[in-house]
């Protein structure tokens, strides 16, 4: 049972444009919504989070954009580089019980084209 | 900090053999997780740990078995190693207070023939 289903499974985007992953989850307890960004050869490392007591977030070209009653949350990257190019997974953080344990989503491979 | 490490970085096991890998966390983070990642299915939850002594099962835990004697280190060990479980390896760790950033190591590549 996928508990967050993240979309597209691939991208590809011209310098310059907007890239945008979306992840959509179940469990209303989830309470933490990270992204995760992997490098090849590398380990996934935490781009942005979110709360859900808010509708968006920005770090820099990196906006979340949070929909509680969807239960959707998506990833916005402005002005997408090359160097962008990377796997990105959204996540999720219960509270309670299940905080010990993120859940993924299966991941986007972005490819930004110069 | 150094972090979280895993070691060895690449491994080629025969059909059969066991071996463990091991991975260490400098940060004093309660929590350490193991997962796999494959092509097209994401990082999924293999054993994770919220303290010495304590261990539970993730989502894939058949033919791995883990252990946490100390806060620093969780290592997995393949008891008998099959080709299903050729595969990237990734250590992770975090603190247990809400919110807290999970970190992951830089990653073991097993290849089994």
């Known amino acids: 049972q996928q508990q967050v289903k993240q979309s597209p499974q691939s991208l590809i985007v011209q310098k310059g444009g907007i890239s945008i992953i979306n992840c959509a989850y179940e469990?209303?307890?989830?309470?933490?919504f990270p992204w995760y960004q992997q490098f090849p050869g590398k380990g996934p490392a935490l781009l942005i989070a979110?709360?859900?007591?808010?509708s968006e977030k920005k770090e820099g070209r990196f906006t979340i954009s949070f929909n509680k009653s969807a239960k959707q949350f998506s990833l916005h990257i402005m002005d997408s580089q090359p160097g962008d190019s990377a796997t990105y997974f959204c996540?999720?953080?219960?509270?309670?019980?299940?905080?010990?344990?993120?859940?993924f989503g299966k991941g986007t491979l972005l490819t930004v084209n110069p | 900090n150094a972090g979280v490490t895993q070691t060895p970085k690449f491994q080629v096991l025969k059909t059969g053999q066991s071996m463990t890998l091991q991975c260490a966390q400098d940060m004093n983070h309660e929590y350490m997780s193991w997962y796999r990642q494959d092509p097209g299915m994401g990082l999924r939850l293999i054993h994770y740990s919220v303290g010495a002594g304590i261990t539970d099962q993730g989502e894939v835990p058949n033919g791995y078995n883990v252990s946490r004697s100390t806060t620093e280190d969780f290592p997995l060990r393949l008891l008998s190693a099959a080709p299903s479980q050729t595969s990237v390896y990734f250590c992770?760790?975090?603190?247990?207070?809400?919110?807290?950033?999970?970190?992951f190591g830089p990653g073991t590549r097993l290849l089994v023939l």
């Open positions: 996540a999720a953080l219960g509270i309670g019980g299940s905080n010990y344990k993120l859940t």
């Open positions: 979110i709360r859900p007591d808010v």
């Open positions: 992770a760790s975090r603190g247990l207070g809400s919110r807290e950033t999970q970190y």
């Open positions: 469990n209303t307890a989830f309470d933490y």
